[in-house]
């Protein structure tokens, strides 16, 4: 199976504009959908992407993902910015049988 | 509204079994669109995948753990469960139950997670 890598951190001021990556070591970003979560302290994980770039009802349009095969890695984009935003943000994708996690990237929004 | 609660003792001694169980509310385990799985975190790390079930019984480990586990389901309580035996410290972390979408492979419902410590 293949490893996703994430930035451990990022940070940005409120109204900003962050991106979070997603990189996969072996085969190909686009050969498996990836999943985007969000993880507040205190609260469960939710999905705030699916397929690659899709929003769940409910997740607001500040949220986009997309993939890049140049860099086979994909990319959480969160536009203007907003406190409660801060949290975890964990990447997700499968191969054969098997859900793979990245290890995560804590967004601060100061 | 979709609610899963897990439930198991928080502190296990090394070398005996883990046993957690996830009790599924505002729907019904029994449906041909959803696995049911679990998944933990370590403390400091990310994610990792344990496995998954689906209502007739069929399940996926997460190769790393295969020979380990075993999670089985109860589909008249509407439960599904987790057994790690032979627990060590490296199995401390946060154990999530979660809904799996067949179609779309997303975790779409997550239970509020249940830490776990493996200690004498």
């Known amino acids: 199976n293949f490893m996703l890598t994430q930035p451990h951190s990022v940070s940005e001021s409120p109204g900003k504009t962050v991106t979070i990556s997603c990189t996969r070591s072996?085969?190909?970003?686009?050969?498996?959908?990836v999943q985007w979560y969000q993880h507040r302290p205190g609260s469960s994980p939710t999905a705030v992407i699916y397929?690659?770039?899709?929003?769940p009802s409910g997740v607001p349009d500040r949220f986009s993902g997309s993939i890049d095969s140049s860099s086979n890695s994909a990319s959480l984009t969160i536009s203007g910015l907003k406190t409660e935003d801060e949290a975890d943000y964990y990447c997700?994708?499968?191969?054969?049988?098997?859900?793979?996690f990245g290890g995560g990237t804590k967004l601060t929004v100061l | 509204q979709l609610q899963l609660q897990e439930s198991g003792p928080g502190l296990v001694k090394p070398s005996e079994t883990l046993s957690l169980t996830c009790t599924v509310s505002?729907?019904?385990?029994?449906?041909?669109?959803?696995?049911w799985g679990w998944i933990r975190q370590p403390p400091g790390n990310g994610p990792e995948w344990i496995g998954n079930?689906?209502?007739?019984?069929?399940?996926n480990y997460n190769p790393s753990l295969k020979g380990r586990v075993t999670i089985s389901v109860d589909t008249s309580n509407n439960q599904f469960s987790l057994k790690v035996p032979s627990v060590t410290a490296a199995d401390t972390a946060v154990y999530y139950c979660?809904?799996?979408?067949?179609?779309?492979?997303?975790?779409?419902?997550w239970g509020q997670g249940t830490l776990v410590t493996v200690s004498s």
């Open positions: 979660a809904r799996l979408q067949t179609v779309i492979t997303v975790f779409d419902n």
């Open positions: 505002g729907g019904s385990i029994n449906s041909k669109h959803y696995y």
């Open positions: 079930i689906n209502y007739s019984g069929s399940a």
């Open positions: 072996s085969g190909g970003i686009a050969d498996n959908y």
């Open positions: 397929e690659n770039y899709k929003r």
């Open positions: 997700q994708s499968y191969d054969s049988s098997a859900w793979l």
